[in-house]
């Protein structure tokens, strides 16, 4: 599983380079951006997800997880969720918890606008 | 040795061992033949996300991690109405059958949100008329999921 990581000041861009985030996946996913996270020096997480055809309940969980792991000090947005994916977290109500955008560029503009 | 008897009547069918990484792969195959079955894109996502947990589930709990097993799926199609057929040898349901499904609760603080307790919430949501019945030593679940076809 490969990652496109880009840091700004206030952000940290976190693209998943994958097809899915499954059970074979989810376990890698979720230790990758615990250390991506833990790094970073920005508070603000932006998980692009715009390459991810799909997740299921374990890709989903490690998601959670992960903005679990980061506190309530950081901040995790996701971007660019494709059909089958945002049907999950439509599902799930998990759209309720998280900031979607529909693309990972519209979180600059909130910087920019602020 | 083959799971399924009935693979003359099914539209489409698939036999493969146990494993996250093997489900993956079945998964792929099956949605490749379902896009050659005028079905929307909508319809075939939903067949793999149910697909997706029914087939973890079997891995994950009906195996387990120390034994392998085959499993089969089968698909017979009328007109709008998917029905699945999922097949395995690993250990049987709980007593008290199927998983109700309910959505955990998301209303607590942070670090209490769920991480699990999904995948029959989202099966019995795009799934309708699930049966599960063990037959000598084997699972067998069925399940239907509706499609419109492209629209």
């Known amino acids: 599983m490969k990652f496109d990581c880009r840091e700004t000041s206030d952000l940290l861009f976190v693209k998943v380079l994958a097809e899915r985030i499954d059970a074979a996946a989810a376990l890698k996913f979720k230790d990758s951006l615990r250390e991506f996270t833990g790094q970073a020096k920005a508070s603000h997480v932006v998980l692009d997800l715009s390459e991810v055809g799909f997740i299921d309940s374990s890709g989903l ?10 506190g309530s000090t950081k901040r995790l947005d996701l971007a660019g969720l494709t059909p089958t994916v945002e049907k999950v977290f439509r599902l799930t109500r998990m759209d ?14 909130l910087y920019k606008a602020g | ?3 399924y008897a009935n693979q003359a009547q099914a539209d489409l069918c698939l036999e493969f061992p146990s494993g996250e990484l093997e489900v993956r792969e079945a998964l792929a195959e099956l949605i490749c033949k379902l896009k050659g079955m005028d079905l929307s894109a909508d319809d075939i996502g939903s067949v793999e996300v149910v697909l997706g947990e029914v087939l973890n589930n079997i891995v994950e709990h009906a195996y387990g991690t120390q034994n392998t097993g085959l499993i089969a799926v089968s698909l017979k199609r009328a007109g709008h109405v998917l029905r699945f057929h999922v097949l395995d040898e690993g250990g049987n349901l709980p007593s008290e059958g199927l998983p109700d499904g309910r959505l955990p609760p ?22 309708f008329d699930l049966a599960y019945k063990r037959v000598g030593e084997t699972n ?5 999921i509706c499609c419109e076809g492209h629209g």
């Open chain 1, 61 to 70: 969980g490690a998601v959670v997880a992960v903005m679990k792991l980061m």
């Open chain 1, 96 to 109: 309720s918890i998280f900031t979607i955008h529909a693309q990972a560029e519209d979180v600059n503009k």
């Open chain 2, 1 to 3: 040795m083959t799971l």
């Open chain 2, 106 to 127: 998301l209303d607590g603080p942070l670090d209490a949100l769920p991480e699990g307790g999904f995948g029959w919430y989202l099966v019995r949501n795009l799934a």
């Open chain 2, 140 to 144: 067998e679940l069925a399940f239907s």
